[in-house]
């Protein structure tokens, strides 16, 4: 078994990384995957709020914010189905070197300009790396999701339409603004593991299986 590894990347804080990061690996692991976070991130929000013995006691949960973040993918690549992770808010030596290490990446930003702005200057990080010799062979495919958005808004919609005119890869699914996430985070937990039959499980849900098509 090699991971399928995704790094969610952004120079925007507060865009939703660690959130979406939260859930991927708690849907991949409700549906019976093996899943390991790394958490790249020097605040650690992920690992800090995640309970060993709690509801997700089955996700690894592992951190590195150094470069040497690379040899901790090595070391436990083969060992699971996926592994996030988890960069902070800043363009950094660590988060290139998780882009490096992945094949797939998620861009996550709000409807918001300086989102759009920091999800692009990603885009171009990424678009950098993959002309290294390192990358050449494996390109690191990416994707930019919305988040924390309004269903339906204009706003959200304008945001959509613009970076698609620009030819970037946008999802089609959203991580919609639900206070089930914020909630369950108290207790480093996901609505996929809090309330299975809900609005947020079903959106990362959706967004999964969108993921789906980009790893086929
Ligand atoms: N879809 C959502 N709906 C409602 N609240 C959300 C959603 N996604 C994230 N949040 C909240 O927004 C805040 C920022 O999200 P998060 O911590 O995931 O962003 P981040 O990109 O990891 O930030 P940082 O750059 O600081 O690491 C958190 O308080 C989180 O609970
Ligand atoms: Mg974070």
């Known amino acids: 078994m090699s991971a399928k590894i995704l790094t969610l990347a952004t120079s925007k804080?507060?865009?939703?990384?660690?959130?979406?990061?939260?859930?991927?690996?708690?849907?991949?692991?409700?549906?019976?995957?093996k899943v390991a976070v790394i958490d790249a991130d020097p605040q650690a929000s992920v690992i800090n709020?995640?309970?060993?013995?709690?509801?997700?006691?089955?996700?690894?949960v592992l951190s590195n914010p150094e470069e040497s973040?690379?040899?901790?993918?090595?070391?436990?690549?083969?060992?699971?189905d996926f592994i996030l992770i988890d960069t902070g808010g800043f363009r950094n030596r660590t988060t290139v070197r998780a882009l490096v290490s992945s094949r797939y990446a998620l861009i996550?930003?709000?409807p918001s300009a300086d989102d759009v702005a920091a999800a692009i200057e990603t885009h171009a990080l990424i678009q950098e790396l993959n002309k290294t010799p390192e990358k050449l062979s494996s390109n690191i495919m990416y994707r930019m999701i919305i988040t924390?958005?309004?269903?339906?808004t204009v706003i959200s919609r304008h945001v959509r339409t613009e970076l698609q005119k620009l030819g970037f890869l946008l999802m089609k699914s959203e991580m919609y603004h639900?206070?089930?996430?914020?909630?369950?985070?108290?207790?480093?937990?996901?609505?996929?593991?809090?309330?299975?039959?809900?609005?947020?499980?079903?959106?990362?849900?959706?967004i999964v299986s969108e993921l789906n098509e980009l790893f086929a």
């Open 13 to 33: 804080g507060g865009a939703g990384k660690s959130t979406l990061t939260r859930n991927l690996a708690a849907h991949w692991l409700n549906v019976g995957f």
């Open 178 to 206: 639900r206070v089930a996430y914020p909630e369950s985070a108290i207790n480093g937990l996901s609505p996929c593991i809090t309330d299975p039959d809900g609005s947020a499980s079903r959106d990362i849900a959706n």
């Open 69 to 80: 973040i690379s040899y901790t993918v090595e070391e436990v690549k083969n060992d699971f």
């Open 49 to 60: 709020r995640h309970n060993p013995d709690g509801l997700l006691k089955n996700l690894t």
């Open 148 to 152: 924390m958005s309004q269903q339906g």
């Open 108 to 110: 996550p930003l709000k």
